[in-house]
């Protein structure tokens, strides 16, 4: 009896020996777990993606010349400013519509002589022009160099803000959606009962790009060049929605 109580408490002695030189030497257990501290809220995300049409357009619009009269080539870009002007409210263009970016004087130099001497200037004025209506698009560039635009930049498809805000609301709402969804089935599949919402987040992207259609300057006022039919696509707003829900 004396024996087997001493080989008993070796065995343990010697378990205990093995256990201590396998957990410092030996190798590392992977165990994969997911666990759920008290107290901390259970958080899901769900994303919401809605592609709308642009309902807006956006057309740079400049006129620029030189002389060597500052007074003379002034007064022509501005006469032609105010031709331009007027011609575009004649397609209906309105005039919270047509905003002046710039308006720019610009010495030139001669500098093949010892000093500088200024010989002449360039004055140029460029409008940002937004365009509601895309069935006037076309017309609108085939019209605007026959009244002094001889700069011509890109169209940029846009949404308005009305429509952006809208669009916004919509993917917000598929966001939630999902996160809620994604939610309930996580909380069932674990076993776990969720609470109320305690937080909410939003992310959207930095900036919505807008489509850009591009265009030729001089070319333009070849009343001969067949206008490009525009095609504005579509934009997609993407919006991403974290809740964070109470455990029960």
Do not use: C, H
């Not at 259970?42 to 642009?54: N, R, S, Y």
């Not at 575009?88 to 002589?113: F, G």
């Not at 934009?235 to 991403?240: L, N, R, Y």
Request: zero cysteines; a neutral charge; charged letters at 20%.
């Amino acid at each position: 009896m004396k024996e087997r109580n001493t080989n008993f408490v070796g065995s343990i002695i010697i378990f205990f020996v093995l256990l201590f030189v396998f957990a410092k030497w030996g190798p590392p257990i992977n165990f994969s777990s997911t666990t759920q501290v008290k107290g901390e809220p259970f958080v899901v995300q769900g994303t919401g993606k809605v592609a709308v049409a642009p309902d807006i357009a956006k057309i740079d619009l400049g006129i620029q010349e030189t002389g060597t009269n500052l007074k003379t080539v002034q007064d022509s870009v501005n006469k032609k400013s105010q031709d331009l002007v007027s011609q575009l409210k004649k397609l209906d263009i309105e005039a919270k519509d047509i905003k002046t970016i710039s308006y720019n004087v610009y010495p030139q130099y001669d500098y093949s002589a010892s000093s500088q001497r200024i010989i002449g200037y360039q004055v140029s004025t460029g409008y940002e022009v937004t365009i509601r209506d895309f069935t006037k698009i076309n017309e609108l560039i085939a019209t605007v160099t026959s009244f002094g635009a001889n700069t011509i930049g890109g169209i940029n498809f846009d949404l308005s803000d009305n429509l952006k805000k809208d669009t916004l609301q919509e993917a917000r709402d598929q966001a939630v959606d999902e996160a809620k969804t994604k939610a309930e089935g996580l909380a069932k599949a674990a076993g776990i009962n969720l609470g109320k919402i305690i937080n909410i987040s939003e992310s959207t992207p930095s900036n919505i790009r807008p489509y850009m259609l591009p265009t030729s300057g001089a070319g333009m006022a070849d009343k001969s060049v067949t206008q490009p039919e525009v095609q504005p696509g579509t934009t997609e707003i993407e919006v991403t929605i974290s809740l964070s829900y109470e455990v029960r």
